[in-house]
């Protein structure tokens, strides 16, 4: 949806180089519109902007959660990082009880946070990649800084703001 408001957890610096690099690397070259990101909703309506960064405000003055690269995840036809964070897990349990009935179908599902490296590749090429990933995987932690809203535009997106923890 073309105009859709998309929240994600801001990576810390050092993280989303590493990740991004991984995204460069492993994505393919003409499907790759996006950095590395952590998505926590895909599509609210444009007219909750304004009610968003005044939420992503107040939520913002916690200090920022804890988080680990927690594993990997096999997207069929992609690669991706699982994330655990329980306190990033409630910050979004809030924001969508705060929206409530403006959500999506995938958004009011339960969330899986990660970080994808690869997408939209032959299974045969992602297996080779989760099995490279896998054999030197080790949980990390994950330095999450605050909370950004982007516009998507039919591919890449537009930030609108990002709000980061203070606490």
């Known amino acids: ?11 810390g610096a050092s993280d989303f180089a590493r990740l991004d690099a ?13 950095s590395a990101h952590l998505t926590m909703f895909h599509a609210l309506p444009p007219s909750a902007e304004d009610e968003a960064r005044s939420l992503f405000a107040r939520l913002a003055v916690a200090p920022a959660p804890a988080a680990e690269i927690s594993g990997l995840i096999n997207l069929g ?12 897990e409630d910050i979004r349990r809030r924001i969508a009880e705060h929206f409530r009935g403006l959500l999506t179908a995938q958004d009011a599902n339960r969330w899986r946070p990660h970080v994808t490296v690869q997408n939209k590749v032959d299974p045969s090429r992602s297996r080779a990649l989760l099995a490279e990933l896998s054999a030197s995987f080790r949980p990390r932690s994950l330095r999450i800084e605050g909370i950004a809203l982007h516009r998507y535009l039919g591919g890449p997106w537009e930030p609108l703001g990002s709000w980061p923890f203070r606490g």
Do not use: H, K
């Open 1 to 11: 949806m073309t105009g859709a408001l998309i929240v994600t957890a801001g990576l």
């Open 22 to 34: 991984q995204r460069r690397r492993y994505f393919p070259p003409e499907r790759n519109l996006l």
């Open 77 to 88: 036809r992609g690669v991706a990082y699982a994330v655990r964070s329980p306190r990033l």
